[in-house]
């Protein structure tokens, strides 16, 4: 079974703080994701990485900056938290460069921030 | 980008069908998912279809796909208090494109 782990459940900054999220997946995929989730918006996409040290802005990169020195890993950061940012953070990923492959989620971080 | 709809709520009584139903735009689209989620947890795939298909049946679930007018819909059988979870579509295309609806969120009364 793919795992995607994401370093924390739940998590409680405060405005203008340096929030890094991490997430590690175990199945040697190349390409991984991070979403948010809010109500009624469904998923939109921050950045995705379909390699070691590529990155690829999404639908919402602003205020937010990734990391992938590793291929299992791939780190979300906020540079400066704002209240607009507490949302569910997910992460995905999937296995192959081109075409369409299925992602496969963590469990999610909850990001607040105060 | 692409616009992926979805009801918000759907509510059903025990052992009966669900359906939920979601629209899409982009035409190109490659594979055609089914996410579930609980609460509190990430999205766990239940199903795809290849965009080429029209149906396809597995256990309860049977998804059906109208290409021509974009319409993706994902009907559960017996529908349990266990399948109350929030039910995204997601469409995929080249080069890793996906794109989520908002989410149906499912209550099943017993």
């Known amino acids: 079974d793919v795992k995607v782990t994401q370093s924390s459940r739940y998590l409680v900054k405060r405005t203008g703080e340096k929030v890094f999220l991490e997430c590690v997946q175990d199945?040697?995929?190349?390409?991984m994701f991070w979403y948010r989730q809010d109500p009624g918006l469904g998923l939109r996409l921050i950045y995705f990485?379909?390699?070691?040290?590529?990155?690829e802005k999404g639908d919402i990169p602003e205020g937010y900056s990734v990391s992938r020195e590793k291929k299992e890993r791939f780190s979300l950061i906020l540079e400066s938290a704002s209240t607009n940012q507490t949302s569910m953070y997910l992460c995905?990923?999937?296995?192959?460069?081109?075409?369409?492959?299925?992602?496969?989620f963590g469990p999610g971080t909850r990001l607040t921030v105060l | 980008g692409e616009d992926v709809e979805q009801s918000l709520f759907l509510s059903v009584r025990e052992g009966d069908s669900s359906v939920i139903n979601c629209t899409y735009t982009?035409?190109?689209?490659?594979?055609l998912y089914w996410y579930k989620q609980e609460p509190g947890a990430g999205l766990q795939l239940l199903t795809y279809?290849?965009?080429?298909?029209d149906m396809k049946q597995d256990q309860r679930l049977t998804v059906l796909l109208n290409k021509k007018d974009k319409h993706l819909s994902l009907r559960i059988a017996d529908t349990q208090t266990g399948d109350s979870a929030i039910y995204f579509c997601?469409?995929?295309?080249?080069?890793?494109?996906?794109?989520f609806g908002s989410g149906t969120k499912l209550n099943v009364k017993p």
């Open positions: 199945m040697d995929h190349e390409n």
């Open positions: 990485s379909y390699d070691v040290k590529m990155k």
């Open positions: 982009d035409s190109s689209s490659t594979y």
């Open positions: 279809i290849f965009s080429n298909m």
């Open positions: 995905a990923s999937s296995l192959r460069l081109g075409g369409t492959d299925t992602q496969y």
């Open positions: 997601a469409v995929g295309y080249n080069f890793n494109k996906f794109y």
